[in-house]
């Protein structure tokens, strides 16, 4: 590990060979490598930034009048960029961003600047509008030769009257990143408008309709909601508007149809899912193969059996009633227990400790953060989580990183859970530790809205985490009512340095994605799903 002295680089990495190349983290958490050097390595500076793009209804001039006008000058009433935000992060496969920022005085227009250190030029956009998109060529361009290059975007307004520019504000201006890592899987989310469930591909630019209740042939449902992925992809395990499980297909390929049942799920256990009051649930890779597919689930009742408030497995290829369902134990662990997740090597169940979770949804009165492990269905002794059981918080909706190193969770200072306004993400070490507050909770300085107050709530993580050098690059999912009251998904992207001396998080805001409809959508996760294709 070498340091740049007098500089606020930080070497990451060299690759041997006939061509080099050279990573660094600046101290604002942005990425920048540097070009390839040596006889294969091609050019170091590219020209993807040409001509400025106007709209059409404006002068050609305007680019150039703009130009003239020095950008740290004027009136400070430059135009609030709501998304991305300044310092965002982006997938190198992401989706082209859509600039958005706040409206504008009539007869005013707004210049954004996007430079990288290895163009040639800045790119230039002139608009009247308050969105613009990147065209998907030029978003292709910019992946393709500008990842982990420093770029910087600015913004700024001007008056046009009569084709002469004047007033022009000071511009503003910030960090972006192109992250050297790609995704992948499928995101899908429920609709409280529609009740059903939508999703999408990552790069898709539209969203589809997965499953609606009508779809599920398992039985008559009037609600879908309330999901997890199973780990082969094929399937969602849903709440229903009886509070019970159903498995439902969403993977079209091989001739299946989308809502078709899971030919493995045994008579005994269809009974068994179908009779109990059951909230949310959760699967694991390492207990998904013939002979050993397990669900786990909150129940909060069980047909007075005294099962209230317990996590119980449910076997779903189970020949008997008798071997079809049980309780996992919770050793030393009074209280109820909500909103399991599983580890992905099978270990051990990850779960909120309440006094009152009703379904997970409306409370999760006192909530903490304890861990039990499965023990071959058997459970054990129950641990509060180290640094997100904290009794003076509520702390609700834990998930497992896809490597089982971290825990994201919601925390409150109330005891509300469900779309709590003052909901925000943390993470934490999955063995327990400093939680770390999330900069994906916070919309952008200049906006009317803050947290707590936006309803950041039930973070998931994606399906993988990718590892350069002493850097592991994660993702998570949420949802948020930053844009309004109908919640949206956000993306947050997380990088962790690690070495033998410390462990370095360092966070993004989030990311918004535009391709997803304008409804309420809540409660989203992020898995290997094969789902229908945007088109």
């Known amino acids: ?291 050993d597919r397990v669900v786990i689930a909150e129940t909060d009742d069980s047909n007075n059996l005294g099962l209230n408030g317990q996590l119980v497995w449910f076997d779903l290829e189970a020949a008997s009633a008798g071997r079809a369902s049980g309780v996992l134990a919770r050793n030393g662990d009074q209280r109820q227990a909500s909103s399991p997740h599983w580890s992905h090597d099978g270990k051990t169940i990850v779960y909120t400790s309440t006094q009152d979770p009703r379904h997970g949804t409306p409370h999760a009165t006192n909530g903490d953060i304890y861990t039990i492990p499965y023990n071959d269905r058997a459970g054990g002794q129950a641990r509060p989580l180290p640094g997100a059981s904290d009794p003076q918080r509520n702390e609700y909706y834990p998930s497992f990183s896809p490597d089982d190193k971290w825990v994201a969770f919601n925390a409150a200072n109330d005891d509300k859970s469900y779309s709590n306004p003052n909901a925000e993400v943390y993470i934490i070490p999955s063995s327990g530790g400093t939680p770390t507050r999330l900069k994906a909770n916070d919309g952008p300085s200049c906006a009317p809205f803050s947290s707590p107050g936006i309803a950041n709530s039930f973070p998931k993580w994606a399906p993988f985490a990718s590892t350069i050098g002493n850097y592991s690059y994660y993702f998570l999912t949420f949802s948020s009512t930053r844009f309004g009251s109908n919640s949206q998904i956000f993306v947050a992207p997380i990088v962790v340095h690690q070495d033998e001396v410390s462990t370095t998080v360092t966070t993004y805001p989030a990311l918004h994605l535009w391709n997803q409809g304008s409804e309420a959508n809540h409660t989203p996760i992020w898995e290997k799903l094969r789902i229908p294709i945007v088109k």
């Open 1 to 291: 590990m070498n340091i740049r002295i007098g500089s606020s680089l930080l070497l990451l990495f060299v690759l041997s060979g006939c061509a080099d190349t050279t990573t660094w983290l600046t101290n604002d958490g942005a990425l920048r490598f540097d070009a390839l050097v040596g006889p294969d390595a091609g050019p170091k500076v590219y020209n993807d930034f040409v001509a400025p793009i106007i709209d059409p209804n404006l002068p050609s001039s305007v680019a150039a009048d703009f130009s003239k006008i020095d950008p740290t000058t004027g009136s400070p009433d430059a135009p609030c960029l709501l998304t991305p935000q300044f310092g965002a992060a982006f997938p190198d496969n992401w989706l082209r961003p859509r600039f958005r920022w706040s409206s504008l005085p009539a007869g005013r227009v707004v210049e954004l600047r996007l430079s990288a250190d290895n163009q040639q030029r800045d790119l230039q956009v002139i608009t009247a509008e308050t969105e613009w998109t990147m065209p998907k060529d030029l978003w292709l361009a910019l992946q393709a030769h500008s990842a982990g290059q420093p770029l910087t975007l600015s913004i700024r307004q001007g008056s046009l009257l009569n084709g002469q520019l004047s007033g022009v504000s000071k511009a503003v201006s910030g960090p972006l990143t192109i992250l050297p890592v790609s995704v992948d899987g499928a995101l899908v989310y429920w609709s409280t408008t529609s009740s059903s469930l939508y999703g999408f591909s990552i790069g898709d630019e539209g969203s589809s309709l997965v499953v609606q209740p009508s779809n599920v042939k398992q039985r008559s449902l009037t609600c879908v909601g309330c999901h997890s992925g199973t780990p082969d992809g094929k399937y969602a395990v849903v709440g229903s508007n009886a509070w019970s499980l159903a498995l439902t297909r969403i993977d079209a390929s091989d001739g299946a149809q989308l809502g078709d049942a899971a030919p493995f799920l045994s008579a005994a256990a269809k009974a068994r899912i179908e009779t109990r009051i059951i909230g949310l649930s959760t699967t694991s890779a390492a207990h998904w193969t013939a002979g």
